[in-house]
């Protein structure tokens, strides 16, 4: 009798075939991580309400939204933007400004598993020690 653990045989085969174009398993190494996972104690509360509009920018192109996140990356990027103004010439948030435009492109050629890696790299910036 099979255990709970056990796995059916022809359960990846079943799944292949619901998905004939995937060649390989989905991949993700570069998902942002969940939002109670993140290390925010000492950050500033600028910060936290741009790891918010990259993450909920994250979340609305996962779920097809790309108006909304088009809005939640325009806010995150002037957010950035002003930061750099009033003297943060830090390099990890010219690289979140780079990776916004990345992942815009991306969601212009509708390619979301690319525009979800840029915005997970906008995240990783965002979070780096300034």
């Known amino acids: 009798m099979p255990t709970a653990a056990a796995q059916h045989p022809y359960l990846d085969?079943?799944?292949?075939?619901?998905?004939?174009?995937?060649?390989?398993?989905?991949?993700?190494?570069?998902?942002?991580?969940?939002?109670?996972?993140?290390?925010?104690?000492?950050?500033?509360?600028?910060?936290?309400?741009?790891?918010?509009?990259?993450?909920?920018?994250?979340?609305?192109?996962?779920?097809?939204?790309?108006?909304?996140a088009g809005i939640n990356l325009a806010l995150a990027e002037t957010r950035i933007r002003l930061a750099v103004s009033h003297g943060d010439t830090s390099p990890a948030l010219q690289t979140a400004l780079n990776r916004i435009a990345q992942a815009r492109e991306e969601m212009a050629k509708h390619d979301t598993r690319r525009a979800c890696a840029a915005l997970a790299d906008a995240v990783r910036a965002v979070m780096a020690p300034h």
């Open 13 to 68: 085969l079943f799944s292949f075939a619901l998905v004939p174009r995937m060649k390989t398993g989905p991949d993700h190494a570069k998902d942002p991580p969940a939002p109670h996972l993140l290390p925010l104690a000492n950050a500033s509360p600028e910060a936290k309400q741009v790891l918010d509009l990259l993450l909920g920018a994250d979340h609305d192109i996962r779920d097809d939204h790309e108006r909304a």
